[in-house]
Structures are given as structure tokens and as C-alpha cells.
């Protein structure tokens, strides 16, 4: 009880001493609030990113894996001219996506690889478009809609037909109020020089999502028309798998690790000269991404929680001065050190919860400005906010002990004395 009635008092002596003390209190306040809305911000938007991306690979198949040249996932930093491990990996070709298509435990086998081009319509005219060479039945795995048109067909694949599927921004970019279906564009990659016109077949409409609003402008290639007649390089292609629904993922791979093994004529004690992609891999290497990210973000607003400390010491110094010969008298009616220590403990903290609860005000209110204005659900998370709680008490109570520790320290009868 006697612990309850010092806590209940230090609370009513800190409210006391923040409204006699607006300014020197509202500065303190202010400098927690920015390293606690920093946090609760920074939360917010790593926890919205990692769950659009988790609704990505749902929809997409969460049991999909790719077979890839290198493992994206383990990049290992060379020195001077040491070459990577996967430098003299083969690529991945078309005829190995079609052979491990016809597994019985793959639903499709999509072959694809990313490429830069340019396309020239009339007057108009566009660079640094970001396409991807694939396989005919890729919109099954895309999140979205056709808006126009259609998806080109496995014999026109086969064919080569210099078909492309253009993003609703860049339709209306390269086209306006026009329908593209049926027009021509000219489209070039890299620096080859090479150019040829292309049909537009369809116009397609992403779900909108973190990457939507990212990159608007994109176009859709068949893989063997981008090779054979704009010429481009399949050097980082990969094969997208998806499993039927029947198979476990874990018996897929290990068709796919065995044909491919076989393809390549690996000896037994030879290791795979390609790597297996997981959605998972993914994930774990962005939640690695991330949490290093929110430690560094973290180690930045620790800089206003440290104003907000220093604000603390100076704040509670004062009123230790200021109350010395009340000091003194509750000592002379028999108040140990601890109550007093924890008096002042109790004041600091208040101090530091105040600016704590600002600061979780700010980071809501700036999680929801973000979910408005960009696709990314940003939403403070349970934890944040324990979190944000947790460090303004720390704050409070380790540059409050100082102030704390001297207002216990000071001895009765010069406190009394004390003018």
C-alpha cells in the first residue's frame, strides 16, 4: 500500500510539475515523441510491405518455386577480380522450362527472364520500360485483369510472333483514349540496335499492390520473340513452377531437382549447377532486409530519444533544486532514500510515457496518411506499441536516476536549511 500511495503521489508531483513547467516540459515531451514516432512509423511501413507481400505470393501460389541460375538469396561479396561461384553455371534454357513441364507433378512451367526496352509509337516514344520475357498462361499467376484483349497463345509462342502485352498506364501513355489491340509498336533492348514492330494483343490491369505502384510501366513479351528478334539475353532466365494441387511441394522439387540433374548429366557427387528458389527464401531474406533496416532506423530516432533524455536530467535537476526543502521536510517526518529515489523515478517516467503516448499519436496518424496515399497497408502493430511504451520508460528511468539519485542523497537538515 505504502508503495501504491508513492507511486500515486510521484504521478500527481510529476502532472503538477509539467503544468508549472509547459515549455521546459513540452521540449522534453517533443524530443521522446519524435525517436517514439520514428519507430512507430518505421513499424507501420515494414509490417504493411512484408504483408503485401505475403497477399503477392498467396495469390500467386504459396507452394511455387522458381529454378533459377544463382540463388538470389546468398549473394556473396568477391574481391578484385575473383569471380562468383555461379559464374560458369549454365543458363537456363527454353527446352529445359518444356521438358520439366511435362513432370506429372507440374501444373505449368512458365519460362521467363527480365529485360529492358523501348518502344516508339508515332511521335511518342519511351525508354527503361521494364519487360518480361515469358511463356504463354502467365496471367493465371498475376494478380489482376485483362482490360483489352488477350494473352498470346503457346502456339504463337512456338512461332515467335512479335506479339507484346502493355500495362494499363503505358497503354494510355504510348496510345491515350486509343484502343491498343491490333496497333504497332517499334521495340528495342539493350544496346543492340535491334528494333521490329510488335502487335499489341493485350492490355492488363495489375491488383493494386506495393509493386503496381512502383513500376507502371511494363510490358509482357513472348520469351522466343524477345530472343530471336529483338535479340535478347536470357543469361539470368529462370523457370516458375507450379506444383499441381495434389503434389507436396517437397516431392515437386525433387522432380525437378532429378530432371534436372539428368538433363545436365550431373555425376551423383557433382552439386547442382543451378539453384531452387522458394517463396519462403524470399521472405526469410526480406525479413532479413528489414529487421537490419529497422535497426538502423532505430538507431536514428535513438537521437531523439536522447534529446529527450538530456531534456529528462536537466528538467529533474531543476525541480530536485526547486524542492530541496521539501526534501528535507519529508525526510524529517521519516520518507526513506528509496521513496524518494522512487518519487522522482516515478516523475521522470511520466515525463517520458507522455512524450511516448505523443509520439504513438504521430506514428498512427502518419501509418495512416501512408495506407491513404500508397497501397501499402501500413498499420501500427501490437508490438510497436509495446514497443514504444517500453522505450520511453526505459528513457525516463535511466536518465532520471541521476536527478533521482541526488534528491535521495541530500541530507535533511541542509535541505531544511536550503533557502
Do not use: C
Amino acid at each position: 500500500m505504502n508503495r501504491l500511495h508513492t507511486l500515486d503521489e510521484g504521478v500527481s508531483i510529476a502532472l503538477d510539475s509539467i503544468g508549472a513547467n509547459k515549455l521546459r516540459s513540452g521540449l522534453t515531451i517533443l524530443g521522446v515523441a519524435i525517436g517514439v514516432g520514428v519507430v512507430m512509423m518505421i513499424a507501420a511501413m515494414v509490417t504493411g510491405i512484408r504483408e503485401s507481400i505475403m497477399v503477392g505470393f498467396e495469390a500467386a501460389g504459396p507452394d511455387n518455386f522458381a529454378v533459377v541460375r544463382f540463388d538470389l538469396t546468398s549473394v556473396r561479396i568477391v574481391q578484385g577480380n575473383q569471380r562468383p561461384p555461379w559464374w560458369n553455371r549454365p543458363r537456363i534454357e527454353p527446352e529445359e522450362a518444356e521438358r520439366l513441364a511435362r513432370l506429372p507433378g507440374i501444373e505449368a512451367a512458365l519460362y521467363n527472364f527480365n529485360l529492358s526496352t523501348s518502344m516508339t509509337v508515332g511521335a511518342r516514344s519511351m525508354g527503361n520500360i521494364q519487360s518480361t520475357a515469358y511463356g504463354s498462361g502467365w496471367p493465371a499467376y498475376t494478380p489482376g485483369k485483362f482490360v483489352a484483349g488477350r494473352d498470346f497463345t503457346p502456339e504463337e509462342v512456338r512461332q515467335s510472333r512479335p506479339l507484346v502485352v502493355l500495362s494499363v498506364p503505358l497503354s494510355k501513355e504510348l496510345f491515350g483514349d486509343l484502343d491498343p489491340v491490333g496497333r504497332k509498336i517499334r521495340v528495342s533492348a539493350g544496346r543492340r540496335g535491334v528494333s521490329e514492330a510488335f502487335s499489341v494483343v493485350g492490355v492488363f490491369q495489375n491488383e493494386e499492390n506495393i509493386f503496381s505502384a512502383a513500376i507502371k510501366h511494363w510490358a509482357i513479351f513472348p520469351h522466343t520473340s524477345t530472343m530471336k528478334r529483338l535479340k535478347a539475353s536470357n543469361w539470368q532466365a529462370g523457370v516458375w513452377i507450379v506444383p499441381r494441387d495434389s503434389v507436396k511441394q517437397a516431392e515437386v522439387m525433387d522432380q525437378v531437382i532429378g530432371t534436372m540433374r539428368s538433363m545436365r548429366g550431373l555425376r551423383p557427387k557433382e552439386d547442382n549447377d543451378f539453384s531452387i528458389l522458394r517463396s519462403a527464401q524470399i521472405i526469410e531474406a526480406f525479413n532479413k532486409f528489414t529487421g537490419v533496416f529497422f535497426l538502423v532506423m532505430l538507431a536514428l530516432s535513438s537521437v531523439g530519444l536522447l534529446v529527450g533524455g538530456i531534456g529528462v536530467i536537466g528538467i529533474m535537476m531543476i525541480s530536485v533544486t526547486e524542492r530541496t526543502r521539501e526534501i528535507g521536510v519529508r525526510k524529517a517526518v521519516g520518507a526513506t532514500r528509496q521513496e524518494i529515489l522512487l518519487q522522482f523515478l516515478v516523475e521522470s517516467a511520466v515525463l517520458t510515457l507522455l512524450g511516448g503516448a505523443t509520439g504513438m499519436a504521430l506514428g498512427a496518424g502518419a501509418a495512416k496518411a501512408i495506407a491513404a496515399a500508397t497501397p501499402i497497408p501500413a498499420a501500427v502493430p501490437l508490438w510497436a506499441v509495446a514497443a514504444a511504451l517500453l522505450m520511453a520508460l526505459v528513457t525516463g528511468v535511466l536518465f532520471g536516476i541521476i536527478p533521482a539519485y541526488r534528491a535521495s542523497r541530500l541530507d535533511p537538515v541542509a535541505a531544511l536549511r536550503y533557502e
